[in-house]
């Protein structure tokens, strides 16, 4: 066994997203998010990134699917809410801070 710490690597895209500047995580949400039916989706774990913008994971599972898949909330007060899968999140995160 590794002595090694846990990473949740769902709290480390989070604070990743927080990182950054809240203009760049808004264009990533208008770029690669679908508008959800559900204007106030049940989000954990959930952060804030300023002026009422809260951003979090939501865990579906469909009935042909044999896991849940994970998906990234954006929601802002007079917008539609939007999500994008997690790995295509994680994947543009990684590239803006590469660029950063």
């Not at 710490?5 to 203009?23: W, Y």
């Not at 998010?33 to 989000?43: I, S």
Request: charged letters at 20%.
């Amino acid at each position: 066994m590794s002595d090694a710490p846990s990473v949740d690597p769902i709290a480390e895209l989070l604070e990743r997203c927080a990182a950054l500047s809240l203009a760049s995580v808004i264009a990533v949400f208008t770029r690669y998010g679908r508008p959800l039916d559900d204007p106030e989706p049940a989000l954990d774990p959930c952060v804030e990134l300023g002026d009422a913008v809260r951003l979090g994971r939501l865990r579906h599972r469909a009935p042909v699917d044999v896991i849940a898949n994970d998906h990234f909330v954006l929601l802002r007060p007079s917008h539609e809410a939007l999500a994008v899968p997690g790995p295509l999140l994680a994947a543009a995160v990684a590239a803006l801070a590469m660029r950063a």
